[in-house]
């Protein structure tokens, strides 16, 4: 039986697949939103007055695959 995928291995898949679709950008924010495996559409940002990344799906925290994914096809603005 293989192992469970890592966040960043879904992640990279997410993009390869073509689930993420950054919707917006803008000097403070980074909006966008990622479908999951369930069909599910997840909405995550980049707020810079928090500085923080957020996302709307129940397994949310800084490794969360879908922040992963947007991590890695944005800058955060102001970095």
Not at 17 to 36: K, M, N, Y
Not at 40 to 65: F, I, K, Q, T, V
Request: glycine share 8%; aromatic share 6%; net charge positive.
């Amino acid at each position: 039986m293989a192992g469970r995928e890592n966040s960043e291995a879904k992640a990279l898949r997410y993009l390869a697949e073509g689930r993420l679709e950054v919707q917006r950008v803008t000097e403070t924010a980074v909006d966008a939103a990622c479908l999951g495996d369930e069909g599910d559409l997840y909405r995550l940002s980049w707020n810079a007055e928090r500085r923080r990344w957020e996302c709307s799906c129940p397994a949310y925290g800084r490794r969360c695959a879908h922040v992963l994914a947007l991590g890695r096809v944005v800058k955060k603005p102001g970095a």
